[in-house]
């Protein structure tokens, strides 16, 4: 009888070691912040995610460690890296949210579906990090072009949408017309952007104020935003575009009259059919001055005045 009752405290307590260890492991592995890594698919028709838990609070840190998540070849070979061993990031920069990866000559070598679904895996990992809004992509220093030679730009999280969970949507060509600075930064030049890949999910509205904050792509034409600036909505309603932008627009780094920014965004943004009238807000308020010369509480309408004939175009 002493035998069995004292059998029976034995399994008693390795039972209660046992629910110890399984409670510690538990709360171990709930330590930390949860994130998603994504990969892509073994039929490379779509991305898919997997989680991965990290107590790093350092951005430096996590960065370093999303990066060999993203290059770690699965066990089972259920996903393919978005960074596979012939594809090598130079470095990188983090500014005002804006995350630049660079990478070697090799990047070149990824083409079509896969090279979208590389980069959305990239973009949308790495828009997980702290301080991190946006990203872009340079191959040896100059910014990343697609086969056509369209500048890539500036990407987040929802430039990359999956349609029927099967593909990432389509990209579709339009021709711009926009307006940057001149020389002396007191007149705008044309610029005529043709067949510009982008995104089916961004509005052309959009679209348009994404161009003018990368700046121009040909000679003669000069930047008229801050590069810095955030896009935080751009909506259109009754002829009217509403431009929300963030504080960094308040910011001027060129040599560029205040009118000729201000114009810049409204002459581009009226060659669009459905825009009349332009009205720019800094997130959200429009009572305040840009550069304290141009009052923001009211609406803006084309200025062919300000515009020198014979621009530039490509």
Avoid: W
Wanted: charged content about 20%; some cysteine.
């Amino acid at each position: 009888m002493k035998r069995t009752k004292l059998r029976l405290s034995r399994m008693i307590l390795i039972m209660g070691l046992c629910l110890c260890t399984a409670c510690t492991n538990r709360s171990a592995e709930q330590e930390g912040t949860a994130y998603q890594i994504y990969y892509v698919n073994n039929d490379e028709t779509k991305i898919v995610e997997r989680e991965y838990v990290s107590a790093t609070t350092d951005t430096e840190l996590l960065y370093g460690e999303m990066m060999g998540q993203l290059a770690a070849i699965p066990e089972k070979m259920e996903y393919e890296t978005p960074l596979a061993a012939e594809i090598s990031v130079k470095g990188h920069t983090l500014d005002n949210g804006l995350l630049t990866l660079d990478f070697d000559e090799s990047y070149k070598s990824l083409y079509g579906v896969r090279e979208i679904l590389v980069r959305a895996s990239i973009v949308r990992t790495m828009t997980q990090l702290p301080g991190v809004e946006r990203v872009t992509f340079t191959v040896g220093g100059e910014q990343l072009t697609d086969r056509m030679g369209a500048a890539v730009g500036i990407m987040t999280a929802d430039t990359f949408i999956e349609n029927a969970g099967n593909e990432i949507n389509a990209y579709e060509k339009v021709n711009l017309r926009l307006y940057f600075a001149n020389e002396t930064g007191d007149r705008l030049v044309e610029e005529n952007r043709r067949n510009v890949v982008y995104n089916s999910n961004i509005s052309l509205e959009k679209l348009v104020v994404e161009k003018l904050v990368e700046g121009p792509m040909v000679e003669g034409a000069y930047p008229t935003i801050n590069p810095a600036t955030k896009i935080i909505s751009v909506t259109v309603q009754d002829g009217t575009c509403y431009v929300n932008l963030g504080n960094d627009f308040l910011s001027q780094p060129y040599n560029v009259a205040s009118d000729v920014t201000i114009y810049s965004i409204t002459n581009s943004l009226a060659e669009l059919p459905n825009v009349n009238r332009v009205q720019i807000s800094i997130n959200g308020e429009t009572n305040l001055s840009y550069r304290e010369n141009m009052s923001l509480n009211t609406v803006f309408e084309r200025n062919l005045d300000i515009m020198v004939s014979g621009g530039s175009g490509q």
